[in-house]
């Protein structure tokens, strides 16, 4: 279901710098060459890498989203709204990046050798896995 949904929402709050930072590594910038980045700086670089990418693959500024000044006051107003608007494309693409980081959160933790108590492959056949890993 979140792969269906995910090109075409976004978060508008943070939307802006994320796709500032990826248009600044497309570029060819680095990530503290430009300031206003507040997030973690692992999100940052990894963001800056998927503009590498685009760079590499071909992929131009004009594909991942655009500036659009009428919501300009609205963000003023509310602090709800995003001058930017991005592309099912850039929305796809960083959002696998997160859904990687859920991924790889729950494969080690659902693996039923990890479980307390799994010494041995017989013992592990009983356990019951851990629940919650549901992507």
Known sequence: MRLVVAPYTSNSNDI????????AGLHG???????GFSYPPVW???LEGLGQV???V??????LG???????????????????????????AFKSLLFAGDLAACIRPCHPT????????SRVRRLVPQPNCHL
């Open 16 to 23: 802006g710098p994320w796709y500032q930072t990826s248009l």
């Open 54 to 56: 685009f760079r590499m």
């Open 114 to 121: 990890n479980l307390i108590g799994a010494s041995s492959p």
């Open 44 to 46: 940052g670089y990894l």
């Open 66 to 92: 655009m500036f659009d000044a009428r919501y300009a006051s609205l963000s003023t107003v509310t602090g709800d709204f995003s001058v930017y608007v991005t592309s099912p494309l850039f929305n796809v």
């Open 29 to 35: 910038l680095t990530l503290y060459q430009r300031p």
């Open 58 to 63: 071909g992929i131009g500024p004009s594909s």
